[in-house]
């Protein structure tokens, strides 16, 4: 992604927007001694806005999250766990969910409304509340403007590496920061999975331009990854914006507003491609364009279909160049296509050319299989203008294995 617009920063030590502090801690809801509690709080009512799984079976942090954003106060804070999802537990969890947003408030005295719950781990277990209590009593003393790192190990389960990605553009000739950080390993499909994100920023901006914003770049990255086919019951991102840069607000007709939303799309688009790098089990990251396609819809409906194939995905773990697993899910993704002008790449090499199978070297198209960090599938339709990416991993024995034994 062209990154001219705007500056990178390096990712330790995470460095967070203007107004906001964050930090963890461990409470025990974890067998080790990770963190599992974590807190991401703002000096000020952040301008906020927040997209969720599609799972019909939402768990209560979703409830009470949505509660406080329709109050409109403006969050000044988001408190998240690990280890428990809080997740079809009825009453009782919801109740739970509510008394963790009141404490947590409480200790900051700030309003209920203002903030906002989150939780990832075991569905369908009621949370420990005494232990989660103790914790929230602890948190605000490990607030700060360098926590972001603590928070960062606090939020993840299974996964193996923390997700971050940061920012600085120019607005109205002000630096403006956009921070995120992200988990999510496994039971990841497009509409989200188990996964959190959260973008913070010091950019001035309106609620309905944030939300907005948000939802077309959840679309277009956090939407388009897929590790396992499975969507969980507490997937969120959420974005919070202090407004302490100082520049004009922002919108769609401010000169300025293109580089931002470039900034905001590299930010979703390494934090999507991190979780998908990490799936549980996963030795590579795998990269599906679907190019050539008749619309925007028609393009991520096909990249979809290839990332989520669970017979794409194991051949690429077995290095085998099998396109016919990738021709197969082009012609079942449910879009009308040109099926005699379709071309597909591995990598360098071409394996189809309009639909017909051409000679490649089989033996390096397997040793890069076996080798490459990154493997990319191409897929030219020939029949439009239109473009979409979606990333995803192999799938591996080492996939099962967790799962096979993820409440032990």
Known sequence: METEKYQVLPEEPLRLPKGFLAGGLHCGLKKTERHDLGAIVCEVPAVSAAVYTTNLFQAAPLTVTRDSLSAGEGLRAVIVNSGNANACT???????ARKMRESFAEALQISAQQVAVSSTGVIGELMPMEKVMSGIERLPAVLNRDGGEDFCQS????????KTASVIVTIDGQPVMITGVAKGSGMIHPNMATML?????DAVISEPGLHALLKEMTDATFNMITVDGDTSTNDMVLAMASGQAEHLPLHEHHPDWLAFKQAFAYVAEVLAKAIARDGEGATKLVEVTVSGAPST?????????????????????GADANWGRIIACVGRAGVVVATEQVDIRLGEFSVLEKSRPVPFDDEAATEYLKTADTVTIEVDLHDGEYASKAWGCDLTYEYVRINAAYRT
């Open 297 to 317: 819809e028609a393009a991520r409906a096909i990249a979809k279909t290839i990332m989520g194939s669970s017979l794409v995905k194991t051949a690429l773990f």
């Open 155 to 162: 939020i993840l389960t299974t996964d193996l590496v923390k």
């Open 90 to 96: 009825g009453k009782q969890g919801l109740d739970d």
């Open 197 to 201: 994100g959260f973008i913070t920023t």
